[in-house]
């Protein structure tokens, strides 16, 4: 038996929770801390109250405390660099270095990887000045009828698209990103693309500079409201696995997507090591990449930790190592629905300091209860954020697998609490 390790996680949302929650079973680890976690977290981590981004402190505190793993959750850390900097140290981390996770981190960068490649994604142009790109956008709306995708380059938070019905709208967004600047630096560049219509999934995989593993698929629901209806959200639930993404679609996206990417990357002298996640839309045309991502999905890891029966760090060491290849990554026969529980106004405006009830009952139920926007208040669990919760829950088929999730989710309370009440419908 190897010497035991120290486990860092690195953020503290419910996507951390889940991947804490499942570290703890791994016989190889001595102790888990969690920067800066949340309650949920609290009952299998220490909290270590040093920020995401705060690269340096992180890599201090794993120095001073012989860390001998970090697994980073947002991408904020990952884009910023906090893998090359832990390297330098001598520190193993689990996640792709800057060079890496610009794929997330600029999607003009990762448009022209895919053109250059034949990669399948949507046709689209770059901006850098906003007179170009209204220009284009009128041009484009002068001649069709169909509607356009503006993207801001960089990081915003889930914010930064807006699918633009006509000419206005699209000016409108355009000003948004490059004028007003609402996400700053972000808004350097647009990404204007084309409108794909399809189901989307996500598939993530894990890589080892080398090798790729699919995890298992996952479709979430971004909107707000039952029926995809109302605004974007970080998503409000998901479930696992999905019966459309067939193993041929699947072995498509990894073959005719994922590892072109890897390669073409490969080419420009950068490894890509971690987790790469794909937003894939399934179009007439066949699956066409809408996104990726450099980390874990949110809320996709609370279906994809609990449905996986190897030992995760066991995983994440080999994929660090480069010996992906030597082990098969084993999941439980089961299908998992993770139903989000969010406070009332999300994704716009909402109160926090909400008291919650019931989260024992929850358990109890049959389901687990991920903390994802969740504080103490006088000494008791409250709300802390726009999506507080993620229940889920694994079942034989899907009808249990929701039916308990939702069982479970309906002995939570807190004021003007929101939840979906069709996560999975679909399949029923
Ligand atoms: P992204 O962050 O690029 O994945 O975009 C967020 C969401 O916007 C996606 O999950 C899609 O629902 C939608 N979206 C993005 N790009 C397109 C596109 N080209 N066509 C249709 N929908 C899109
Ligand atoms: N569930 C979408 C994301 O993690 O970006």
Avoid at 58 to 72: K, M, P, R
Avoid at 128 to 154: H, Q
């Amino acid at each position: 038996m190897p010497e035991r390790l120290k486990v860092l996680v690195v953020g503290g949302g419910g996507r951390e929770h889940a991947l804490v929650w499942k570290i703890a079973q791994s016989p190889l680890v001595e102790k888990i801390y969690c920067a800066p976690g949340n309650p949920g977290i609290a009952k299998s981590a220490e909290l270590v109250d040093i920020k995401g981004t705060d690269i340096k402190a992180l890599a201090d505190f794993a120095e001073a405390n012989s860390i001998g793993l970090t697994v980073v959750g947002p991408e904020s850390p990952l884009i910023a660099g906090i893998v090359d900097e832990f390297e330098s140290r001598g520190l193993k981390i689990f996640g792709p270095c800057k060079a890496a996770a610009a794929l997330e981190g600029s999607k003009a960068f990762t448009k022209d990887i895919l053109q250059e490649n034949n990669i399948p994604t949507a046709a689209y142009a770059v901006f850098t000045k906003f007179d170009e790109a209204a220009a284009y956008v009128k041009e484009y709306f002068a001649f069709s009828c169909e509607p356009l995708v503006v993207k801001a380059d960089g990081e915003a938070a889930g914010k930064g698209v807006y699918i633009c019905e006509d000419e206005h709208c699209a000016i409108e967004s355009l000003k948004t990103v490059m004028v007003d600047r609402a996400f700053g630096n972000s808004g350097n560049k647009v990404v204007v693309e084309e409108f794909l219509t399809g189901p989307e999934a996500t598939i993530m995989g894990l890589v080892d500079g080398e090798t790729l593993a699919t995890l298992i698929p996952v479709q979430d629901y971004k909107r707000v409201f039952d029926n995809d209806e109302g605004p974007n959200t970080g998503s409000m639930g998901c479930y696992a696995p999905v019966p459309i993404l067939t193993e041929d679609i699947r072995d498509f996206v990894a073959e005719e997507i994922m590892v072109p990417t890897l390669k073409a990357l490969k080419r420009k002298g950068i490894i890509f090591k971690g987790v790469l996640y794909a937003g894939v839309i399934l179009t007439e045309y066949g699956p066409k990449l809408l996104e990726y991502n450099c980390r874990f999905g949110d809320p996709e890891t609370q279906v994809v930790m609990p449905l996986m029966e190897s030992d995760l760090v066991e995983v994440m060491l080999a994929v660090i190592d480069g010996r992906l290849d030597e082990i098969e990554i084993k999941w439980y026969n089961k299908k998992a629905v993770c139903v989000v529980i969010a406070s009332g106004g999300y994704p716009g405006d909402y109160d926090t300091g909400m008291p919650i009830d019931g989260l024992l009952d929850a358990e109890s139920a049959g389901a687990t209860v991920f903390h994802a926007g969740t504080k103490v208040l006088n000494g008791s669990i409250a709300t802390g954020g726009g999506r507080v919760l993620g229940v889920t829950a694994l079942g034989d088929n899907y009808e249990k697998a929701i039916g308990t999730a939702y069982t479970a989710a309906d002995k939570i309370h807190f004021d003007k609490m929101h939840m979906r009440r069709d996560i999975g419908r679909r399949l029923l």
